[in-house]
């Protein structure tokens, strides 16, 4: 190891194009086309908190892949580790969505970012990042892009495990297998409350959650609870975070990305748990202020200072 690593924190996964739209779809319904998906609004959220992100994934080799690696770019997230090549980008439509109820329809399925794989991490880089950073939808995709969170979680130093349990993509079972396994290795885990945690765990609580998940080896878990706030579970204790009231609230995607990725960076930044936690909420309810998954990214600045107005 030589000197400092280059990023404080990795983020594995697919990038995909967001289809939004205000009213139901429909042929002529006017749609505004982003950049999002999962990963990508962690990293955004990561690099917006002050850290140095990098985003492993897989684009195409086309125009549309070079527009999305401006975005990438744009937001603030390294490009050094996507990997280029033949194949068709991942979509995904959605109806802008306050409540946050709605499913997301996908053309993904064969996508050139699902066939993410251990051949496309650079492992020596994913060991010396100050957190590495996965979902359960990246585990969801296809075996190989599981393949490479298994791999990516048995080297970093902190793994940071996102259940994001999406039904479209998996089966409750076989996502509370993999939560299970893979919390074993967790440095955090951040589940939702009540969804995932009566989906994936069976549990009727979210201090439960936290407790079962610690059984199983995390070292924290941060269990976000909408807008009510998160419930941390870790050595230092159990300790609620309020959330931070949203000053608007237009779409909730991406608000649970806001939570990671901020949390994930002010801790490797060197935060505690609570303070960072206090900026993850603090972030989320911002994020819901703008349409789409990275419509809208605070600044670290605009975070704390939307925080402090929390008393
Ligand atoms: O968390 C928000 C994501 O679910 C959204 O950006 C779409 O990544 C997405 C996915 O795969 O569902």
Same mark, same amino acid.
């Given at each position: 190891m030589t000197g400092e690593a280059a990023f404080d924190v990795v983020v594995l996964g697919e990038v995909l194009l967001e289809v939004g739209t205000?009213?139901?779809?429909?042929?002529g319904v006017p749609a505004r086309l982003q950049v999002s998906g999962d990963a990508l609004n962690v990293a955004a959220c990561a690099a917006a908190a002050g850290a140095r992100v990098g985003l492993a994934c897989v684009l195409t080799d086309d125009e549309l892949g070079d527009a999305v690696l401006a975005r990438v770019d744009e937001l603030?997230? $390294? =490009? &050094? !580790?996507v990997r280029r090549r033949r194949g068709q980008q991942g979509m995904y439509l959605v109806h802008s969505d306050p409540e946050g109820q709605r499913e997301f329809a996908y053309a993904? $399925?064969?996508?050139v970012g699902s066939s #993410? $794989?251990? %051949?496309? #991490? %650079?492992l020596d880089v994913l060991a010396e990042a100050g957190a590495v950073v996965a979902s359960g939808i990246t585990c969801a995709v296809s075996a190989s892009a599981a393949a490479a969170v298994r791999t990516a979680a048995g080297v970093a130093s902190r793994f940071v495990y996102d259940p994001n349990f999406r039904p479209r993509l998996t089966s409750a079972a076989e996502a509370g297998v993999v939560l299970r396994e893979l919390a074993a290795r967790a440095w955090l885990v951040t589940p939702s409350f009540p969804g995932e945690t009566s989906a #994936? !765990?069976?549990?009727?609580s979210a201090v439960e959650a936290g407790r079962a998940l610690r059984a199983l080896g995390a070292e924290a878990v941060a269990v976000t609870c909408g807008a009510e706030g998160v419930q941390l579970v870790a050595g230092s204790g159990e300790t609620w975070v309020d959330a931070v009231p949203a000053? &608007?609230? #237009?779409?909730? =995607?991406g608000a649970g990305d806001a939570v990671v990725g901020t949390l994930t960076a002010r801790l490797v930044r060197g935060d505690d748990l609570v303070t960072a936690t206090g900026l993850a909420v603090a972030a989320a309810s911002l994020v819901?202020?703008?349409?789409?998954? =990275?419509?809208l990214v605070p600044t670290l600045e605009q975070t704390r200072a939307h925080a402090a107005t929390a008393g």
């Open positions: 205000e009213q139901p779809f429909g042929h603030g997230v $390294s =490009t &050094a !580790l993904r $399925s064969g996508s #993410l $794989s251990v %051949d496309d #991490l %650079d #994936l !765990l069976g549990v009727g000053p &608007a609230v #237009l779409d909730q =995607t819901v202020g703008g349409r789409g998954g =990275t419509g």
